[in-house]
């Protein structure tokens, strides 16, 4: 059963436009968020993590966290062709340092 | 420079031989991982290492095997590989045990024929 459901599976936007990616676990023992971006043939890096209820941004990325509901959603402003890439999400209980990966949305910026 | 390091790259191999992969972290990282990846991207935990014991080991086949000297090297061995092991493999390592990001190393892709 996977424990990290990921939405949309694929996404287009134009270049300059807003992608809204979404996460959700099926594990209430979640505590954690991270987001991770990979491009074609290389490995995944971190973008954000997010632990605590509320909204987190980093330059033109933005997180929000919903403990309640175990939804985390990440959103990127002014999207530019170098966005385009799969986006995981991934979960982890506290204490525990494995992590469940949702399968991606793949995203593509168009010029 | 800091880094994972996997090696080799690439793998073509046919059904039922040894192969090994091996993975080195130069960051200091007391907990490494194997993942692999499948033709969809999906990402799944092989094989969690904190200070060479064992912590994680999820339900994989038992021709698969982790091997560690040290905590800054862990290397995978599959023993008689199968076409469903046809995969890219990440390994990938963190500060610590619990709660802390990890770094992925570029991944071997295997090619089982």
């Known amino acids: 059963q996977q424990k990290v459901q990921q939405s949309p599976e694929s996404l287009i936007v134009p270049e300059g436009g807003m992608a809204s990616l979404n996460c959700t676990s099926s594990?209430?023992?979640?505590?954690y968020f991270w987001w991770y971006r990979q491009h074609s043939g290389k490995s995944p890096k971190m973008l954000m993590?997010?632990?605590?209820?509320g909204e987190k941004e980093e330059g033109r990325f933005t997180v929000h966290l919903n403990k309640a509901s175990l939804h985390t959603s990440l959103h990127i402003r002014d999207s530019q062709p170098s966005d385009s890439a799969l986006y995981l999400c991934?979960?982890?209980?506290?204490?525990?340092?494995?992590?469940?990966f949702g399968k991606g949305t793949s995203l593509t910026v168009i010029p | 420079e800091t880094a994972v390091f996997q090696t080799p790259n690439y793998h073509v191999t046919q059904v039922g031989n040894e192969v090994s992969f091996n993975c080195k972290q130069t960051?200091?990282?007391?907990?490494m991982y194997w993942y692999k990846q499948d033709s969809k991207k999906l990402l799944k935990i092989m094989f969690s290492?904190?200070?060479?014991?064992?912590?994680v080991n999820e339900t994989v086949p038992r021709r698969f095997s982790p091997q560690s000297s040290d905590k800054a090297h862990l290397n995978l061995r599959i023993k008689s590989v199968e076409p469903e092991d046809s995969a890219v493999y990440l390994c990938?390592?963190?500060?610590?045990?619990?709660?802390?990001?990890?770094?992925f190393g570029s991944g071997t892709r295997l090619l089982v024929i």
């Open positions: 993590s997010i632990f605590s209820n």
């Open positions: 991934a979960a982890s209980r506290a204490g525990y340092q494995n992590f469940y």
């Open positions: 960051l200091g990282h007391d907990t």
């Open positions: 290492y904190n200070n060479k014991q064992l912590i």
């Open positions: 990938a390592s963190s500060l610590t045990a619990s709660n802390s990001d990890y770094t």
């Open positions: 594990d209430r023992n979640v505590d």
